[in-house]
C-alpha cells in the first residue's frame, strides 16, 4: 500500500496540472482519511451535505469541508477543516457565541482547560469542563437549508436554483435566574458542492418583560495565525488567508466587501503564551459583530436574529483559484447576483421620449428601461397624476416585452435639522454623515420615504430600483426619531431598515442596482468601481480606462454583480472627442465600448436621450445584442484575467466554464496605431480540458491545440489596429 501510495503521488506530480493542484490532490488521497479526487471548481461534488452525530458532537460534513462542534458538558467548535487539504484552522476552542443583555455578557456554550492554545490534541477535549454561568446546550434540531427570503426572478439569470444543504439549530437556555426565559439558538448552514458555513444566532424573548439587546458576537474562532512575527502590531501583520468570511453588515460605498465589511474584526490572544510574537499580539481570533452593537429592546415573545456569516475555506494562495472560489460562492449561495438583464439608461421621462426609447430597446433586443438620475423621475412624488403617468408608461413597457424602472437617491441629501442624523459629539445636524448630511432613515421623514418607494413601485408596476445613496452606515443620536430610541440602536435598525426593503422588492421580482454591499440580502449589481469624472475624458482614454475597470473589479465579482458607464451625451464636462452623440458619427467607438463591456459579460449604463439615430446605428446595436445573446452564457461565466489594460501592448480576459459547450470565451485589445501579431498563452485548467481544445477565431472553423502539461496553450494572433479579437474554446 505504501508503495502504491507513493507511486501515486509521484505521478501526480509528474501528471499535467498545475504543482499547487496536484500538491491538493496527494494530501486529499487518504493521508488525512478523506480523499476528494476532483477539483470541486471544475467538476461537482456528488457527495450531499450531512449532519453526522456521535458519541459527544455533532458535525457538519459535506466532502470538502467539516465543522466538528463537541456537544458534552457544553459546546465549543474543536475541528473546522478543509477536507481537500487536509488543513486544521482549530488551535482553541471558544464559546459558540456571545451576547451582551441588559448591559451583562454571557458565553453561549464553551469548554475550559485547553493550557496550550498553539494547537488542540483530541485527548484533550475529554478533560475539558464547563461554566455554569454560560448559556447551557440543551438540544438540536437539524433539516434542510431553507431560503432567508423570497427570491422572485423576472430577468435572465445564470443561475435561478436555490442552494441546498444542511440546517444545524443548537438550543441554549441559562440557569440564572433572570436569564431563564432568554432562548437562544445558535444556526449553521453547510452547502452541497462549496467549502462554506454560514452561521447565525437568534434570541427569542419568552418573558413578559422587554429585555436590552446591547451586543451579539455571533461567532469566535480561534485560527491558525497566517505568520509569525517576533515584533509586529496587529493591524500591520497578516491574518489567516485560507479562510474568507463575509457577513451580511456591510456597507460604505467601496464597491468592494473587503472594504465595505463592518462586522469581522481580527483579535488577538493573550492566553496563546506560546506564540512567537513577544507581546502576544498575533492577530488569530476572528469575531463578527456590529461596531456599535445592536442597542435594541426586545419584546415579549419576540425574536432577534444576528448577522449572518459566511466561512469560505480555501485551498490555495492563487488570487485567480481565491477570486473562482469567492466567485462560485456568489453564484452558488446567492443566485440572484446572477441576474443580468441588459438596460439602457433614458435621461428623461417626457411620455414620448419614453415610449421611443422602448420601442427602440425592443427592436435591438435590449430588456430594460431605467430612468436616470437627472431625467426628473421623482418617486417620492406618490400623487395619483404621477403614478397614473408611470403606470401607463410601464404598462407600455411590458406590451413590448420591456421591463422599466428608475432612479431614487436616499442618502448625500440635506432634508431638515428634524430629519437629518444627529451627530452625537455635538447634538446638532451637522456634516457628521458619511456624505456630509443625510437623512435619518428611521425618522418620521425616512419612514415615510420608505413607503413612498414600496407604493409607488407596487403601483405602477416598476420592475427596478436603482437607489442610490442606500443607508451608509450614519448614527444618530436624536432621541425623538419614531424608529429607533437613540444613538445605541439607530445604526442597527436603519440597517434592518434597507435590508427589509431590499427583501421585500425581491419577493416582488424587483431588481436592484445600490453602490452599498447590500448583495446578502438581496441587492443585485453594484459598480466595478469607477472614477466618475472620468467618463468626460476622450473615448480612446475611456476604452483602457473601462478594460482596466473590467478587468480589476471582476476578482472578487462575478460579471453580473458589477455595472460601468457610457455616456452617450456630455458628461460632466469634457470636449468633443469625450462624447458618443451623434452615434452614427462615432459608431466604431460605441461598438468597441459595447463589445468591451457586454464581452466581458458586464452591464454598462448606456445614458443618454436613445441607442441609435440612423438605420446603421440601429444595425451595429442590433448585431452587438444578438453577438451577446448568442453567447450570454458564457460571456456571464468568471474572468481568468490573461492581462491588465496599459496602453502599451494587448491586453485581454478569457470566460472559463467546464460545464458549457463553449469552454471558454477569449477577448484580446489592441490599443495601438498598428496591427500586432502576438503569441498569447492561455491558461485552460479551469475550462476542464484535458488533451486539446478546439479554438475558433469568431466564428471560423476551429483549430485543434494540444495542451501542456500545465494545461497551457499558445495561440498566435493578429490584433487589429486600435480593435480587439475574439475567440471560443470548445
Same mark, same amino acid.
Given at each position: 500500500?505504501?508503495?502504491?501510495?507513493?507511486?501515486?503521488?509521484?505521478?501526480?506530480?509528474?501528471?499535467?496540472?498545475?504543482?499547487?493542484?496536484?500538491?491538493?490532490?496527494?494530501?486529499?488521497?487518504?493521508?488525512?482519511?478523506?480523499?476528494?479526487?476532483?477539483?470541486?471548481?471544475?467538476?461537482?461534488?456528488?457527495?450531499?451535505?450531512?449532519?453526522?452525530?456521535?458519541?459527544?458532537?455533532?458535525?457538519?460534513?459535506?466532502?470538502?469541508?467539516?465543522?466538528?462542534?463537541?456537544?458534552?458538558?457544553?459546546?465549543?467548535?474543536?475541528?473546522?477543516?478543509?477536507?481537500?487539504?487536509?488543513?486544521?484552522?482549530?488551535?482553541?476552542?471558544?464559546?459558540?457565541?456571545?451576547?451582551?443583555?441588559?448591559?451583562?455578557?454571557?458565553?453561549?456554550?464553551?469548554?475550559?482547560?485547553?493550557?496550550?492554545?498553539?494547537?488542540?490534541?483530541?485527548?484533550?477535549?475529554?478533560?475539558?469542563?464547563?461554566?455554569?454561568?454560560?448559556?447551557?446546550?440543551?438540544?438540536?434540531?437539524?433539516?434542510?437549508?431553507?431560503?432567508?427570503?423570497?427570491?422572485?426572478?423576472?430577468?435572465?439569470?445564470?443561475?435561478?436554483?436555490?442552494?441546498?444543504?444542511?440546517?444545524?439549530?443548537?438550543?441554549?437556555?441559562?440557569?440564572?435566574?433572570?436569564?431563564?426565559?432568554?432562548?437562544?439558538?445558535?444556526?449553521?448552514?453547510?452547502?452541497?458542492?462549496?467549502?462554506?458555513?454560514?452561521?447565525?444566532?437568534?434570541?427569542?424573548?419568552?418573558?413578559?418583560?422587554?429585555?436590552?439587546?446591547?451586543?451579539?458576537?455571533?461567532?469566535?474562532?480561534?485560527?491558525?495565525?497566517?505568520?509569525?512575527?517576533?515584533?509586529?502590531?496587529?493591524?500591520?501583520?497578516?491574518?489567516?488567508?485560507?479562510?474568507?468570511?463575509?457577513?451580511?453588515?456591510?456597507?460604505?460605498?467601496?464597491?468592494?466587501?473587503?472594504?465595505?465589511?463592518?462586522?469581522?474584526?481580527?483579535?488577538?490572544?493573550?492566553?496563546?503564551?506560546?506564540?512567537?510574537?513577544?507581546?502576544?499580539?498575533?492577530?488569530?481570533?476572528?469575531?463578527?459583530?456590529?461596531?456599535?452593537?445592536?442597542?435594541?429592546?426586545?419584546?415579549?415573545?419576540?425574536?432577534?436574529?444576528?448577522?449572518?456569516?459566511?466561512?469560505?475555506?480555501?485551498?490555495?494562495?492563487?488570487?485567480?483559484?481565491?477570486?473562482?472560489?469567492?466567485?462560485?460562492?456568489?453564484?452558488?449561495?446567492?443566485?440572484?447576483?446572477?441576474?443580468?438583464?441588459?438596460?439602457?439608461?433614458?435621461?428623461?421621462?417626457?411620455?414620448?421620449?419614453?415610449?421611443?426609447?422602448?420601442?427602440?430597446?425592443?427592436?435591438?433586443?435590449?430588456?430594460?428601461?431605467?430612468?436616470?438620475?437627472?431625467?426628473?423621475?421623482?418617486?417620492?412624488?406618490?400623487?395619483?397624476?404621477?403614478?397614473?403617468?408611470?403606470?401607463?408608461?410601464?404598462?407600455?413597457?411590458?406590451?413590448?416585452?420591456?421591463?422599466?424602472?428608475?432612479?431614487?437617491?436616499?442618502?448625500?441629501?440635506?432634508?431638515?435639522?428634524?430629519?437629518?442624523?444627529?451627530?452625537?459629539?455635538?447634538?446638532?445636524?451637522?456634516?457628521?454623515?458619511?456624505?456630509?448630511?443625510?437623512?435619518?432613515?428611521?425618522?418620521?421623514?425616512?419612514?415615510?420615504?420608505?413607503?413612498?418607494?414600496?407604493?409607488?413601485?407596487?403601483?405602477?408596476?416598476?420592475?427596478?430600483?436603482?437607489?442610490?445613496?442606500? *443607508?451608509?452606515?450614519? !448614527?444618530? %443620536?436624536?432621541?425623538?426619531? @419614531?424608529?429607533?430610541?437613540?444613538? =445605541? +440602536?439607530?445604526?442597527? #435598525?436603519?440597517?434592518?431598515?434597507?435590508?427589509?426593503?431590499?427583501?421585500?422588492?425581491?419577493?416582488?421580482?424587483?431588481?436592484?442596482?445600490?453602490?452599498?454591499?447590500?448583495?446578502?440580502?438581496?441587492?443585485?449589481?453594484?459598480?466595478?468601481?469607477?472614477?466618475?469624472?472620468?467618463?468626460?475624458?476622450?473615448?480612446?482614454?475611456?476604452?483602457?480606462?473601462?478594460?482596466?475597470?473590467?478587468?480589476?473589479?471582476?476578482?472578487?465579482?462575478?460579471?453580473?454583480?458589477?455595472?460601468?458607464?457610457?455616456?452617450?451625451?456630455?458628461?460632466?464636462?469634457?470636449?468633443?472627442?469625450?462624447?458618443?452623440?451623434?452615434?452614427?458619427?462615432?459608431?466604431?467607438?460605441?461598438?468597441?465600448?459595447?463589445?468591451?463591456? *457586454?464581452?466581458?459579460? !458586464?452591464? %454598462?449604463?448606456?445614458?443618454? @436621450?436613445?441607442?441609435?439615430?440612423? =438605420? +446603421?446605428?440601429?444595425? #451595429?446595436?442590433?448585431?452587438?445584442?444578438?453577438?451577446?445573446?448568442?453567447?450570454?452564457?458564457?460571456?456571464?461565466?468568471?474572468?481568468?484575467?490573461?492581462?491588465?489594460?496599459?496602453?502599451?501592448?494587448?491586453?485581454?480576459?478569457?470566460?472559463?466554464?467546464?460545464?458549457?459547450?463553449?469552454?471558454?470565451?477569449?477577448?484580446?485589445?489592441?490599443?495601438?496605431?498598428?496591427?500586432?501579431?502576438?503569441?498569447?498563452?492561455?491558461?485552460?485548467?479551469?475550462?476542464?480540458?484535458?488533451?486539446?481544445?478546439?479554438?475558433?477565431?469568431?466564428?471560423?472553423?476551429?483549430?485543434?491545440?494540444?495542451?501542456?502539461?500545465?494545461?497551457?496553450?499558445?495561440?498566435?494572433?493578429?490584433?487589429?489596429?486600435?480593435?480587439?479579437?475574439?475567440?471560443? !474554446?470548445?
Amino acid at each position: 500500500m505504501n508503495i502504491l501510495n507513493s507511486f501515486f503521488h509521484f505521478s501526480l506530480l509528474r501528471s499535467k496540472i498545475p504543482f499547487s493542484v496536484a500538491l491538493i490532490l496527494i494530501l486529499s488521497s487518504g493521508v488525512y482519511g478523506q480523499k476528494t479526487s476532483t477539483d470541486w471548481l471544475i467538476t461537482p461534488v456528488k457527495q450531499k451535505s450531512q449532519i453526522i452525530q456521535g458519541d459527544k458532537y455533532l458535525e457538519l460534513n459535506n466532502g470538502l469541508i467539516s465543522r466538528r462542534i463537541q456537544i458534552t458538558p457544553n459546546t465549543s467548535t474543536t475541528s473546522f477543516k478543509n477536507l481537500s487539504t487536509g488543513e486544521e484552522f482549530i488551535r482553541s476552542v471558544r464559546p459558540e457565541a456571545r451576547i451582551t443583555i441588559n448591559g451583562e455578557t454571557y458565553n453561549i456554550g464553551g469548554l475550559y482547560g485547553q493550557k496550550e492554545h498553539a494547537y488542540l490534541l483530541e485527548t484533550w477535549i475529554k478533560d475539558f469542563v464547563k461554566k455554569e454561568a454560560d448559556f447551557q446546550y440543551t438540544r438540536y434540531e437539524s433539516g434542510e437549508v431553507q431560503p432567508h427570503f423570497q427570491w422572485n426572478c423576472q430577468t435572465w439569470a445564470s443561475n435561478k436554483k436555490w442552494p441546498t444543504g444542511k440546517h444545524l439549530q443548537l438550543f441554549f437556555t441559562s440557569k440564572i435566574p433572570a436569564l431563564k426565559n432568554i432562548e437562544v439558538v445558535v444556526h449553521y448552514e453547510i452547502f452541497d458542492g462549496i467549502p462554506v458555513i454560514s452561521k447565525w444566532v437568534t434570541i427569542t424573548n419568552l418573558s413578559a418583560e422587554p429585555i436590552k439587546i446591547n451586543q451579539v458576537v455571533n461567532e469566535i474562532l480561534a485560527l491558525v495565525e497566517e505568520e509569525s512575527a517576533v515584533i509586529g502590531k496587529p493591524e500591520k501583520m497578516k491574518k489567516p488567508q485560507k479562510i474568507y468570511i463575509e457577513n451580511n453588515f456591510a456597507y460604505n460605498n467601496a464597491m468592494r466587501y473587503e472594504l465595505s465589511d463592518q462586522g469581522t474584526h481580527w483579535h488577538t490572544d493573550s492566553t496563546y503564551t506560546s506564540q512567537v510574537n513577544y507581546n502576544y499580539e498575533t492577530p488569530c481570533v476572528a469575531e463578527v459583530y456590529p461596531n456599535q452593537g445592536v442597542g435594541i429592546e426586545l419584546a415579549p415573545t419576540a425574536n432577534f436574529k444576528s448577522i449572518r456569516t459566511y466561512e469560505l475555506l480555501l485551498d490555495s494562495y492563487d488570487r485567480e483559484r481565491n477570486g473562482l472560489a469567492r466567485r462560485k460562492m456568489y453564484r452558488t449561495l446567492f443566485p440572484w447576483t446572477t441576474q443580468n438583464p441588459i438596460f439602457m439608461h433614458l435621461v428623461s421621462t417626457d411620455s414620448v421620449q419614453v415610449k421611443n426609447i422602448i420601442d427602440q430597446c425592443a427592436e435591438t433586443g435590449y430588456e430594460m428601461v431605467i430612468l436616470s438620475f437627472g431625467s426628473g423621475l421623482n418617486m417620492e412624488d406618490d400623487s395619483p397624476e404621477n403614478i397614473r403617468k408611470f403606470k401607463v408608461l410601464t404598462d407600455y413597457a411590458h406590451s413590448k416585452g420591456i421591463k422599466l424602472g428608475g432612479y431614487s437617491l436616499f442618502s448625500s441629501r440635506r432634508i431638515d435639522d428634524e430629519t437629518d442624523v444627529i451627530d452625537p459629539i455635538t447634538g446638532l445636524p451637522n456634516k457628521g454623515a458619511f456624505f456630509g448630511h443625510a437623512p435619518c432613515m428611521a425618522s418620521k421623514w425616512g419612514i415615510n420615504y420608505i413607503r413612498k418607494i414600496r407604493k409607488f413601485i407596487t403601483e405602477t408596476g416598476f420592475d427596478l430600483l436603482e437607489h442610490d445613496g442606500p *443607508y451608509p452606515g450614519d !448614527v444618530c %443620536a436624536s432621541t425623538s426619531h @419614531p424608529g429607533h430610541k437613540g444613538l =445605541e +440602536d439607530s445604526q442597527w #435598525v436603519q440597517m434592518e431598515m434597507q435590508k427589509q426593503l431590499y427583501r421585500d422588492l425581491n419577493a416582488h421580482g424587483v431588481y436592484i442596482n445600490a453602490p452599498d454591499w447590500y448583495f446578502l440580502d438581496g441587492s443585485h449589481k453594484i459598480a466595478l468601481g469607477y472614477r466618475e469624472v472620468n467618463f468626460s475624458l476622450s473615448r480612446a482614454q475611456q476604452k483602457i480606462l473601462n478594460r482596466q475597470n473590467i478587468y480589476d473589479g471582476t476578482w472578487d465579482k462575478i460579471p453580473s454583480m458589477g455595472w460601468g458607464f457610457v455616456p452617450l451625451t456630455r458628461y460632466q464636462g469634457g470636449s468633443e472627442d469625450a462624447i458618443l452623440e451623434p452615434l452614427s458619427e462615432h459608431l466604431n467607438d460605441y461598438k468597441q465600448l459595447m463589445i468591451q463591456y *457586454y464581452g466581458a459579460g !458586464v452591464q %454598462a449604463c448606456y445614458r443618454g @436621450p436613445r441607442l441609435y439615430d440612423t =438605420e +446603421d446605428t440601429k444595425k #451595429v446595436v442590433k448585431e452587438t445584442i444578438d453577438w451577446y445573446k448568442k453567447y450570454r452564457n458564457i460571456l456571464n461565466s468568471d474572468i481568468i484575467h490573461l492581462r491588465r489594460a496599459d496602453g502599451r501592448d494587448w491586453d485581454g480576459v478569457m470566460h472559463v466554464d467546464p460545464l458549457l459547450k463553449e469552454k471558454a470565451f477569449v477577448l484580446l485589445y489592441n490599443p495601438l496605431k498598428t496591427n500586432i501579431t502576438r503569441k498569447i498563452k492561455l491558461p485552460l485548467y479551469y475550462t476542464g480540458l484535458t488533451k486539446d481544445a478546439k479554438i475558433s477565431l469568431h466564428d471560423s472553423l476551429p483549430k485543434t491545440y494540444t495542451l501542456s502539461r500545465d494545461y497551457h496553450t499558445e495561440v498566435e494572433v493578429t490584433i487589429p489596429a486600435e480593435g480587439y479579437i475574439w475567440m471560443v !474554446v470548445r
